[in-house]
């Protein structure tokens, strides 16, 4: 499969992290390397790079300015579990909850398999008009089972 620009600044900045766990980037420089415009660089940050992604994002304007790219280390997966935990909502929407499944992968705390059943029992066609909040419950209940049995790959 042909991937597109999106992907292929994602997969970049993904590079920068994985060799010093930081990666601090200038704006206009990574558009003009990709021949894109820097809004679509703003895209791929604000989507792809999220919070519930397992990243933090800090900016600094102006002549001299950045964008700084970290991902999030957590001491042991108890203290992610806590962090999660503290941070949902009593709403959840779909593409959140894809994410959150999507760190639990990253982090090797669940199989594919297991993400993917998840995911398909958890799309706003099988909750229903209530599938925000049952996420955030369903949510709450499988970080609560993962932290309570100590589950790991």
């Given at each position: ?44 940050i604000?989507?792809r ?10 900016s ?13 280390r ?8 806590d962090?999660?935990m ?40 099988v ?27």
């Open positions: 499969m042909a991937k597109n620009t999106s992907d292929s600044i994602e997969e970049y900045i993904k590079q920068l992290l994985a060799q010093s766990g930081i990666a601090e980037i200038k704006r206009s420089n990574l558009a003009d390397a990709f021949q894109v415009v820097p809004s679509q660089i703003n895209y791929v604000k989507t790079f999220t919070e519930s992604r397992g990243y933090t994002v800090e600094k304007r102006g002549g001299g300015g950045y964008i700084r790219i970290a991902r999030v957590f001491s042991d997966q108890h203290q992610m579990f962090n999660l503290a941070n949902i909502g009593e709403r959840i929407s779909e593409q959140v909850f894809t994410d959150l499944i999507q760190l639990l992968f990253d982090e090797k705390i669940i199989s594919e398999r297991e993400g993917n059943l998840i995911l398909a029992t958890a799309t706003d066609e909750l229903g008009k209530d599938a925000p909040e049952i996420r955030a419950r369903m949510l709450r209940k499988i970080l609560q089972r993962l932290d309570r049995k100590g589950f790991h790959l």
